[in-house]
């Protein structure tokens, strides 16, 4: 299978200190991938990296068959890159309605309306449409966030701590609608703290430790592991 991107040993460095040490990873489409690891192994830099945010020292990332690492957020999203911070980014004093709507007039394409109507109805917004941002519920909030993201047309789409601040009923809803993307053949990046969840939706996850990749693998190779158990997960993690 082709890959929809290509990490190739990016190095990173902050004041002589070495954050990042020759991280690769791929991503193939319609794979959901995890990167995860402890606390300052390396996984938000990475993260960064692969969507603009944090420029590299060396290294490579081709997306789509192109090396994007001169790029800006802006135009790794026009290439349908796209990413959603773990920080609110819905306009509190706009309704949903207004936040899809609004997203959807700055894309000039066809059909504009029906795709907003899909959205709303794939994501079960029909009944928080007046609502203002700053009404909604954490859940409704991540939901709404995902659904206007998915409006720009994306092939990738790197989600940071898509389970953070929601309770697990709305944890169930969001990892449904991650796989109804994966199946549309949609590609996604996941870090989050919430391990086990990550885990559970990832065909793949990448284990940082000390800037670098120790392990790629699912959930039972990576749970098998008794580096990462001692680690990261803990030995009584299953």
Do not use: W
Request: charged share 25%; aromatic share 6%.
């Amino acid at each position: 299978m082709t890959n929809l991107l290509k990490v190739r040993n990016i190095c990173k460095s902050i004041d002589n200190k070495q954050i990042l040490s020759d991280v690769s990873l791929n991503i193939d489409k319609g794979e959901i991938v995890g990167l995860l690891g402890p606390n300052g192994a390396g996984k938000t830099t990475t993260f960064y990296s692969i969507a603009g945010i944090t420029h590299i020292n060396s290294g490579s990332i081709i997306y789509n068959d192109e090396e994007i690492c001169d790029l800006p957020m802006y135009a790794r999203c026009q290439r349908g890159l796209a990413y959603l911070p773990q920080e609110s980014s819905i306009f509190e004093d706009l309704t949903v309605s207004q936040n899809l709507y609004g997203t959807i007039q700055l894309i000039d394409q066809p059909n504009s309306d029906n795709e907003v109507n899909n959205i709303i109805e794939k994501f079960q917004l029909t009944n928080i449409l007046d609502k203002t941002g700053r009404m909604l519920s954490g859940g409704e909030r991540r939901k709404t966030e995902i659904a206007r993201m998915l409006l720009t047309g994306p092939n990738l789409v790197l989600l940071d701590e898509p389970f953070s601040g929601v309770d697990p009923i709305i944890i169930e809803e969001i990892k449904q609608i991650l796989l109804s993307l994966k199946n549309d053949g949609i590609s996604i990046l996941i870090t989050d703290h919430n391990v086990r969840d990550t885990l559970n939706i990832c065909d793949r996850s990448n284990i940082l430790f000390d800037g670098s990749v120790f392990m790629s693998g699912n959930k039972s190779e990576i749970t098998a592991n008794e580096t990462i158990k001692e680690r990261y997960l803990g030995k009584s993690f299953n």
